[in-house]
Structure formats: C-alpha cells, structure tokens
C-alpha cells in the first residue's frame, strides 16, 4: 500500500520542476511562491471540509505517542530503518539542495529547461516503486533496500567516473540522477515498511519519528552540500556527498540483516 502511494506521490515530482521553471523565465521567480500560495490555500480548504479523522477519538493522543518514543529508541531495528531511509533520501535532499546551483550557476541552464531536468530523479522513483509494489512480498524489503541503495551507488559511482574523465554534460549529469530516484523507489517504501513493523502497536510513532529524522537528517545533509559546491568546484561535491549518504543508507540496512540473522540464529537454538 505505501508503494503505491509513493508511486503516485512521484507523479508531481515530475512536473512541479518544469511549471516552476517556466513560471520563473516567463513571468519572474514571485510567480512560484504565489502558485504555492493558492495550492497550499486549495489544499487547506479541502481538508477542512474534505479530510475525516479516522483515528478513533480516546485513542492514545501525542503525549501517548511521545511516551512511546524510548521503546523504539532502543530498537535497533527502529535505528537501522530509520537511518536506511533518512540517509537514501539525504542523498535525495542534497540533490535537491545542489541540482538547481549545478544546472543555472556550472553549467548555465536556463530555468525553463532546468526545471524540466530537475525531475528526472522522479522518472526512477516512479520505476522503483512499480518494481516495490511487484517484488516486496516476493523478495522481502531487505532486499530490496540493499537493491536500491547498490543501484543509486552504481549511478553515482558512473557519474564520478565520466566527470573524472571529463565528461562535463548536463544531461548526463542529470539522467544519471534517474539512478538515485530508482534507488529511493526500492529503498523508502521498504524502510518505512521495516520501522512502521518493528513495534507495530507503536506504528503511530514509529511514523512520526521516522519521519522527522529523514526530513531533519534530509535537510542537514542539503546544507552542507551548499556550503561546499562553488563554481570552481563543478558538481563533484555534490556527487561525492550523495554516495557518501547512500554508502551510510547501505551500511544501516546490513546491520538490521545481521541483526536479524543473529535473532533467527538464537531462536533456533532454543
């Protein structure tokens, strides 16, 4: 069910990029931000009369859910979700964070088609979530989180490779960004499957705790990319700090793999 979500979810991704960008070159950069202002008005409108609450009423509350905090933090499980997902899309976030300086200020893109470019990763996020919602049950979400951080690796890795040598392109630089976005189709469904299971009576705060580590962690990674990329540097520390976030995603989930396997060795010992 969250594959699915996400894959639809990834639609907008593809589109949101170019309208800004076209937006920006025709009508000035104002015209973004007022374009938020009255979907984020929509938005609010339609959840006031539109968005039931399907939490029964008595149930829990957030001091409830806070409360619940300790127990997952002791998990290791919890742990090794958590930062598989907060580190995948930290590679994401960085992109995010980097892209739009690499295409206007290195390589000089004009915003219409920069915005166009941007949502490639989206292209990949929406094949990776197909693949998610086929092969999840089939293969298990370890698997498929090992899967999709080795595939953003093996994007990122080319990418180092072809700038080593001088391949300076933007639209290589950004059709290998299709890379990170089939890895984070595998990896994000399957890791917020794992921490939402690990104490599933705590799935509510599982939930909000997975997700403010992956938006705060997203974010701290995002800044530091900005503090580094110069024009002088090209986009390489932007590349290097998405493979190093994808390594530290790689490395949490064989921890929950061996973490697993020692507790289905010890049970089979009893």
């Given at each position: 069910?969250?594959?699915?979500?996400?894959?639809?979810?990834?639609?907008?991704?593809?589109?949101?990029?170019?309208?800004?960008?076209?937006?920006?070159?025709?009508?000035?950069?104002?015209?973004?931000?007022?374009?938020?202002?009255?979907?984020?008005?929509?938005?609010?409108?339609?959840?006031v009369f539109d968005l039931g609450e399907t939490k029964p009423k008595g149930e829990g509350g957030l001091r409830g859910q806070?409360?619940?905090?300790?127990?997952?933090?002791?998990?290791?499980?919890?742990?090794?979700?958590?930062?598989?997902?907060?580190?995948?899309?930290?590679?994401?976030?960085?992109?995010?964070?980097?892209?739009?300086?690499?295409?206007?200020?290195?390589?000089?893109?004009?915003?219409?088609?920069?915005?166009?470019?941007?949502?490639?990763?989206?292209?990949?996020?929406?094949?990776?979530?197909?693949?998610?919602?086929?092969?999840?049950?089939?293969?298990?979400?370890?698997?498929?989180?090992?899967?999709?951080?080795?595939?953003?690796?093996?994007?990122?890795?080319?990418?180092?490779?072809?700038?080593?040598?001088?391949?300076?392109?933007?639209?290589?630089?950004?059709?290998?960004?299709?890379?990170?976005?089939?890895?984070?189709?595998?990896?994000?469904?399957?890791?917020?499957?794992?921490?939402?299971?690990?104490?599933?009576?705590?799935?509510?705060?599982?939930?909000?705790?997975?997700?403010?580590?992956?938006?705060?962690?997203?974010?701290?990674?995002?800044?530091?990319?900005?503090?580094?990329?110069?024009?002088?540097?090209?986009?390489?520390?932007?590349?290097?700090?998405?493979?190093?976030?994808?390594?530290?995603?790689?490395?949490?989930?064989?921890?929950?793999?061996?973490?697993?396997?020692?507790?289905?060795?010890?049970?089979?010992?009893?």
């Amino acid at each position: 069910m969250i594959a699915y979500v996400t894959m639809g979810m990834s639609l907008v991704p593809m589109f949101a990029p170019a309208l800004g960008g076209y937006l920006a070159q025709q009508y000035g950069w104002q015209s973004t931000f007022w374009l938020q202002f009255v979907l984020g008005v929509a938005v609010l409108v339609l959840m006031v009369f539109d968005l039931g609450e399907t939490k029964p009423k008595g149930e829990g509350g957030l001091r409830g859910q806070i409360a619940a905090y300790p127990e997952l933090l002791t998990s290791p499980r919890f742990w090794g979700y958590a930062l598989a997902a907060m580190f995948a899309s930290g590679a994401f976030f960085a992109y995010l964070g980097g892209a739009p300086f690499v295409g206007s200020d290195i390589y000089g893109i004009e915003p219409g088609l920069l915005g166009f470019l941007l949502g490639a990763p989206a292209i990949g996020y929406l094949v990776g979530n197909f693949f998610t919602t086929r092969l999840a049950m089939r293969v298990g979400i370890n698997t498929l989180i090992l899967a999709g951080n080795l595939s953003t690796g093996f994007g990122l890795s080319l990418l180092i490779a072809m700038l080593l040598a001088g391949l300076h392109d933007p639209y290589l630089f950004f059709a290998m960004m299709t890379f990170v976005g089939f890895g984070n189709g595998l990896v994000l469904p399957n890791a917020n499957a794992g921490l939402l299971g690990v104490r599933p009576g705590l799935a509510g705060s599982a939930s909000g705790l997975g997700g403010a580590m992956m938006i705060g962690g997203g974010a701290a990674i995002s800044a530091v990319v900005g503090s580094l990329l110069t024009v002088e540097s090209g986009p390489m520390p932007l590349v290097l700090m998405m493979l190093l976030s994808t390594g530290a995603a790689f490395v949490a989930i064989l921890l929950v793999i061996r973490r697993e396997r020692r507790l289905a060795a010890f049970a089979a010992a009893e």
